[in-house]
């Protein structure tokens, strides 16, 4: 919400456009640089080591990633990540590592990738088209999922939307 309500603050002010990052969660709004055909926004891959997931050109909304790869500790001799299930009040048993939402707005994408994470590899890309979303999520097996509009025949590095 911050991201969405900076970017709406700098249009506001005169920008042509503007995109936000706040935390990694973006919103973006108005001319891309250069007159571009949308804002790029490269998504991480979860394994740091990996590098980038795939490249996204997104017209205006907001990008989010949840993932239980970031903000982990040691706990009792268990590793443990900051990803709630609120249906079981304890840390999520997820098999996805990430899940990265293109929403509206940029709290949307955030609120969707946090539930999209927890709703696991059988059933992410049923969560997404009912919500209306476009996604893409990889499993701790590192196979990546996709919502059908970013499901392209060219390799996964260059999906577009």
Do not use: F
């Not at 490269?42 to 989010?64: K, M, Q, S």
């Not at 903000?71 to 900051?82: A, F, K, L, T």
Request: proline fraction near 4%; glycine fraction near 10%.
């Amino acid at each position: 919400l911050a991201a969405d309500l900076a970017v709406r603050h700098l249009l506001d002010l005169g920008a042509a456009g503007a995109l936000v990052s706040v935390g990694g969660d973006l919103a973006m709004a108005g001319t891309p640089p250069n007159d571009a055909d949308g804002w790029t926004v490269a998504v991480a891959h979860p394994e740091p080591a990996d590098g980038t997931l795939c490249t996204l050109l997104v017209g205006a909304g907001g990008v989010a990633t949840s993932s239980t790869r970031s903000r982990r500790w040691i706990h009792d001799g268990r590793e443990r990540h900051h990803q709630i299930d609120p249906r079981r009040a304890e840390q999520s048993s997820t098999d996805l590592a990430s899940a990265t939402v293109i929403g509206r707005s940029g709290w949307l994408a955030e609120a969707h990738a946090t539930a999209a994470l927890l709703s696991g590899t059988h059933d992410v890309v049923d969560y997404l088209d009912h919500h209306e979303l476009s996604g893409i999520a990889v499993a701790l097996d590192g196979h990546v999922l996709a919502t059908a509009d970013l499901s392209v025949a060219a390799p996964i590095e260059d999906v577009m939307t």
